[in-house]
Antibody, heavy 117, light 108 residues
């Protein structure tokens, strides 16, 4: 049974870079699927940030593409998100997920990241 | 960008009743690329339906999805207490992948 767990700082200062890691257990990310990040501002809806394949191939939401980098570490069975130049609008619960050709089949529990000085 | 509009915003029903949730797209796309999720307070969303009508593994058959073109529907045939939640539709056939704003199904 695949499980995903997000980790990283819960507080980031404006203009800095948000960094999160997702650790996958119960499944080797090199076995297939894309692996993605989705976020949800408090009390609001969902936004797909981007996804990565174990080979390094990526999909990014065009609205965030200039600030987003998603990378993968197959040796640790992890993938990571970096979002640069953050503002208060980037405050959200960030979820990692298994991307089944475009939809999120399995989700992590999510981690709240607050952007504040 | 495909905009998904869900209606109603809130659906007030009693356990045992039928729930019909709508998801309307701003442009036509293949039903192959429409998913539905359920989210309960404080929890991550859970995949219910993909390809507009295919149930996720283990999903009770009281949940069904249908539709094509620009109009899609999630139906819960008889609401159980655990079904009261927020439901989101999502399209994934083109970039960007977008979600609807959600429909809250609440206990009447």
């Amino acid at each position: 049974q695949v499980q995903l767990q997000e980790s990283g700082p819960g507080l980031v200062k404006p203009s800095e870079t948000l960094s999160l890691t997702c650790t996958v257990s119960g499944y080797s990310i090199t076995s297939g699927y894309y692996w993605g990040w989705i976020r949800q501002p408090p009390g609001k809806g969902l936004e797909w940030i981007g996804s990565i394949y174990h080979s390094g191939s990526t999909y990014y939401n065009p609205a965030l593409k200039s600030r987003v980098t998603i990378s993968v570490d197959t040796s640790k069975n992890q993938f990571s998100l970096k979002l640069s130049s953050v503002t208060a609008a980037d405050t959200a619960v960030y979820y990692c997920a298994r991307d089944n050709s475009g939809y999120a089949a399995r989700w992590g529990q999510g981690t709240l990241v607050t952007v504040s000085s | 960008e495909i905009v998904l509009t869900q209606s109603p915003g809130t659906l007030s029903l009693s356990p045992g009743e039928r729930a019909t949730l709508s998801c309307r797209a701003s442009q036509i796309f293949s039903s192959t690329y429409l998913a539905w999720y359920q989210q309960k307070p404080g929890q991550a969303p859970r995949l219910l339906i993909y390809g507009a009508s295919s149930r996720a593994a283990g999903l009770p058959d009281r949940f069904s999805g249908s539709g094509s073109g620009t109009d899609f529907t999630l139906t819960i045939s008889r609401l159980e207490p655990e079904d009261f939640a927020v439901y989101y539709c999502q399209h994934y056939g083109s970039s960007p992948r977008t979600f609807g704003q959600g429909t809250k199904v609440e206990i009447k």
